[in-house]
C-alpha cells in the first residue's frame, strides 16, 4: 500500500485498495441461470424491434410498436483518442464555465502557482462537474452543479504530490468542492454566467445544514459540536444530481468515507460505530488528509461524524440563503444520483443506486401525495425505503426495510441502510450508478458501470455475491444497464418486470458474451456506463467513465463520451466524445431545449485552453438552433 501514490487513485480504487470488494455477487447468479436454461441471454437481453425490446406486454400499447427509421437528429461520431471534445456535423461546442473561474467580481481567479487564495476560493466555479440541473425562475436561467472531489495536484500545485501541508491546504480543497449555483444567460456570442448574480451561490464542506426525518436527532448522529444531531456542516463527494417537481436540487453524498481518517491507528470506537466503518469503508487513513488539520475528520475524536455524510442533500436554487436539508428519510450510503418521480396517486418516489460493487439499488415511496404549493420536506422523510430483488425469470419485487423485516430500528435503518439492505435479502449489484425514468413510459434504468471483482469475495458485510440475472459475466469489464417497468404502471408498486436494455462489449475482440449484446457493433463501442439522463423524447443519454486507453479489450472505444440511445428500437449511437483522460458526466438541458450542457471531469490533457488541464461545463447547441435531443 506504501507503493501506492493515493493522489493517482479515484475514490472506486482507494475502497479496493483498503477494502477489497467482490467479484461476483448475486444478480449475476441470476442471468448466469437465465443464460444457462434460456440460451444466451435469450429471455432477459432487450435488443431489436420494438416489440423485442421489452415485448409487447411489457412495453405497452403507445411504445410497443416497431420503429424502423432512426429518431436520432444526427449522424454519429467515431471514436476519437485526442485531447478535446468533438461533437455531430451540424453541432457547436463552447466552454461555459471551468474549475477556478470567478462568480463574483472580488473573487480572483485560477493561479499556476497555488491554485489560487484560500480566502475566495468559495467565490469560484468549483472543482471536477458533476451531476446538473436547470431552473427556470422568474425568467431566470440557473443551473445547479455537483463538484465532486479535488485533483491535488493541480488544486494544491505548491503542496508536495498534492497532500495538504496546513490547514489552509485543506480549507480550499474543502472549498473547491460541493454544489454551485449560478444564474447563466445567453447572448448572440453564446452562453456564459452572470457574474454577482444574486442566484450564484457556493455550497461546501463548510456551510451550514440541517437534518431532518427518521434519524434526525439521533445519538449516532450527535456530536460535541452539535449534541442535538440536528445540524450539520458541509456537504461532501457530490456525485449525480436530482430535481424535485417542486423546483429544488437534490445533490448526492457519494464516496464520503475517505474524507475520514484518525490521528489515532489504536483508536477503538463502539461495536455498532466500528462495525459501520468497516461496512462503509471508514479507515484509520483519509484520502485526503483532512483530519491531519481539521478534528471534525478525525474519527478518535468525532467517531460519529462520518454518520453525518452519505446523504441527499436538498438545496432551493432560488433562495441562496436558505439552509440546505439533509433527509435522512433516503437513507446513508454512496449515494449516485436522485431520479424522482411521481406514482400513479401523486406520492413521490426517489430511486438511488449505492455506487459499489455488491451493494444495492434502492427505492423511496413517500406517505403524502404531491401537491403543488404544499408542504414538501416530509414527502422526502415520511414513507418506506425499499431494496430492490432481481428474479431469474425476469420479475421481481421490492422489499421494504423496515424493523420487521431488518430487526433493526427506523433510524438505524436509514443510518447502516446497507446492513438493512443485508438483512433485508435484496439482491446484490454491480455498481449501480445513476438512475433515470422515463418522461413517455413508465420504466426505468440504471446504469451497473462494471465490476472486475465478481466471483472472488463477498461484499464489505460479508453478503453472498455469486452470478444473478442482471451482471451475466465473470471479470465484468463493460458494464451494462438494467431496465424494469413496474406493475400496473406504477412506481409505487412493489412488484416490477425487468430486462437488460444493453450490455456494453467489444465483437471486434471478443466473439463469447464479453462481444456485449446485438446493439453493440463496431461504430457504437463503449464501456462502464455511469451517468444518464432521459430526455422529454424518451432517448436515453449515457455517459461512460471507464477505459480510454483504446487497446486491448477496450481497442475502439476511444475516450469517454456520450452516446444516444431508443429505447424502442434498443439502436445506440455515439453522440459526443471528450478529451483523453476525461470522465463525461453531467447532463442538463436549457429551458428552450436548444442547448444541451455536459459536464468534463479531470481531463488528462491541457483542455480546454491549452495549459493546465480544468474540469469545466461546456454548452452544446445545433447550428441551425434547432432542438438538442
Known sequence: MKDVDPTTLSADDWDELHFPRPEENDFDRVVERAISRRGFLGGVLAFGSGAAAMGAGLMGSTAAHAVTASRFAFTPIAAQTDGTVHVPEGYEWKTLMRWGDPLFSDADGYDLTDGGPVQKSDRVFGENTDGMETFSFQGHELIA????????????????????????????????????????????????????????????????MKFVGPAAGHDLLKTEADPTGTTSLGTMNNCGAGKTPWGTYLTCEENFNGYFGSSDENASYDQKVADGFNRYGVKAESWNGYELFDPRFDTSKNPNEPHRAGWIVEVDPTKPDSTPIKHTGLGRFKHENAEVTLAADGRVVVYMGDDERGEYLYKFVSNGTYQPGAETESLLNDGTLYVAKFGEDATGEWLPLTPETTGMDDPEIRIFTRMAASAAGGTTMDRPEWVASSPVAVEAYCCLTNNKNRGVKPNAGGDDTPINAANPREA????????????????????????????????????????????????????????????????????????????????????????????????????????????????AWSTDLRTMFVGIQHPGSNWPDGGTPRSSVIAIKRTDNGLVG
Not at 556 to 573: F, P, Y
Open 145 to 208: 452543479i455537483n463538484h465532486e472531489y479535488p485533483n491535488r495536484k493541480i488544486n494544491l500545485p505548491a503542496a508536495q504530490e498534492g497532500v495538504p501541508a496546513n490547514v489552509d491546504d485543506v480549507l480550499k480543497l474543502q472549498n473547491i468542492q460541493g454544489v454551485t449555483v449560478m444564474e447563466i444567460t445567453e447572448t448572440p456570442n453564446g452562453w456564459s454566467v452572470i457574474k454577482d448574480s444574486p442566484f450564484n451561490r457556493r455550497v461546501h464542506h463548510n456551510t451550514p
Open 476 to 587: 465484468n469489464k463493460y458494464g451494462q444497464i438494467v431496465r424494469w417497468r413496474p406493475a400496473n404502471d406504477d412506481h409505487a408498486a412493489e412488484a416490477f418486470d425487468w430486462d437488460l436494455y444493453v450490455m456494453a462489449g467489444n465483437p471486434t475482440v471478443h466473439s463469447d458474451d464479453r462481444a456485449g449484446s446485438p446493439n453493440i457493433n463496431e461504430g457504437n463501442l463503449f464501456n462502464s456506463p455511469d451517468g444518464m439522463v432521459i430526455d422529454s423524447t424518451g432517448l436515453i443519454w449515457i455517459q461512460t467513465d471507464g477505459k480510454d486507453n483504446n487497446e486491448g479489450d477496450f481497442a475502439g472505444n476511444g475516450n469517454n463520451q456520450m452516446l444516444v440511445g431508443d429505447s424502442v428500437t434498443g439502436e445506440i449511437a455515439r453522440f459526443m466524445t471528450g478529451p483523453n483522460g476525461c470522465e463525461v458526466t453531467g447532463l
